[in-house]
């Protein structure tokens, strides 16, 4: 592959602090994240139109923006000039970005959360009935561009997702008072939070520079009723029914108390889960130091392996990852490259997958053992030099 040299693309410290509003969300109290939020100058001009709708066959939710299909993009294939080139700058690492209520230092740089410029849900004053209300914000991995999970240290993964876990904690438990019950929700629970990453152009992702979004609403997204319509009807959660039943040849990785593993039922080649072993477990924030370097080690893996595989198999490397946190998952993470695309059949509820999961599986034990060793003589040659 032909590269261009120039110098990492990052956001300068003086930039971060032109930013800075809060340094750690968790001293932050949640009536004043909903202000910095409504105040953040723009924001407000890119706001949801603020109502949804049930697709009554099978419980989705239609949130409707149409201030969305206005937001730029800089992640386009690199048809005429590689992303994030010193013609094609990005924005993040310009600081032309939202006001940062959490950062914290990693090895080189800061990992940080600001808002969403261009937001999903917005906390409205008064939400009516059939009106959604929330918060969407962003975790920017690193600030330098081109670090994301696949090229950090284990232990900078872990500080990263320690951060998001305390900003989970301050949505869910102090943003939950302040929301209505949606009518349609049997679950009891008032507030959700929905963690995700969408990497690459093909699945959403429209910025270049690594980071995850997390949304908190009062309206629940279908999987997680999914989640919590399985445990009504099983007498378990869904964690607990794969850790049970997915057959052993299956497994990816032991973590020690979170195992990597393809499905039995994988929809798409080289969909991953990666599932905590104690399944009282429900939300990132519960879980303790060994569990967060699991799940840290896990993520890290998972997206090593899709960015390896997918150039091999001659796709454009795109992928998301979901959380699934809340009532009856357990808590489980879904690794989702975008290996095929979705058809009619697939529309109808019916998929055809081009790979059979034992093979996927061992493909995956083998690109990371590969990894690990290439990984174990690097260090060799480190401490030999
Ligand atoms: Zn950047």
Redesign the pocket.
């Known amino acids: 592959m032909n590269k261009t040299v120039f110098p990492t693309?990052?956001?300068s410290s003086e930039k971060l602090a032109a930013l800075l509003q809060n340094r750690d969300v968790s001293e932050l109290s949640f009536p004043e994240l909903v202000r910095l939020y409504r105040e953040e100058p723009g924001l407000a001009d890119f706001r949801p139109d603020g109502d949804y709708q049930i697709d009554p066959r099978n419980g989705e939710r239609i949130l409707f923006n149409a201030a969305r299909a206005r937001r730029p993009h800089d992640n386009r294939p690199a048809a005429e000039k590689p992303v994030?080139s010193p013609e094609r700058p990005?924005?993040?690492?310009q600081g032309r970005t939202t006001g940062i209520i959490d950062v914290v230092a990693l090895s080189e740089g800061v990992t940080f959360i600001n808002k969403n410029l261009y937001p999903l849900l917005f906390p409205v004053a008064e939400c009516l009935p059939g009106q959604v209300q929330g918060l969407h914000l962003l975790q920017w991995t690193s600030s330098l561009?081109d670090r994301d999970w696949h090229n950090l240290p284990l232990g900078d993964c872990v500080v990263v997702l320690e951060r998001l876990a305390a900003l989970e904690e301050l949505l869910r438990t102090s943003g939950a008072e302040e929301f209505p019950l949606e009518a349609a929700n049997p679950t009891g629970e008032r507030a959700f939070v929905s963690i995700i990453k969408n990497y690459g152009h093909l699945v959403g992702g429209s910025?270049?520079?690594g980071h995850q979004q997390i949304a908190l609403s009062n309206i629940i997204p279908r999987r997680f009723l999914d989640n919590w319509r399985f445990e009504q009807e099983h007498g378990e959660t869904f964690a607990a029914y794969m850790l049970r039943r997915n057959p052993p040849e299956l497994l990816v990785r032991d973590y020690g108390p979170a195992v990597l593993l393809v499905s039995y039922f994988m929809r798409r080649p080289y969909n991953m889960l990666l599932i905590l072993k104690d399944v009282e477990r429900r939300y990132l924030h519960e879980l303790s130091a060994v569990e967060i370097e699991a799940v840290a080690a896990g993520w890290r893996d998972a997206i090593r392996a899709i960015r390896d595989i997918m150039p091999r198999i001659g796709r454009e490397t795109a992928y998301n990852v979901v959380t699934h946190n809340g009532p009856g998952a357990g808590l489980y993470f879904e690794f989702l490259p975008y290996t095929q695309e979705i058809g009619g059949y697939e529309q109808l509820g019916l998929f055809i997958c081009q790979e059979r999961p034992e093979n996927v599986a061992a493909q995956l034990r083998e690109t990371l053992n590969a990894d690990r060793a290439a990984g174990l003589s690097r260090e060799d040659y480190e401490h030999a030099t």
């Open positions: 693309q990052r956001l994030a990005c924005v993040v690492c561009h910025l270049a520079h």
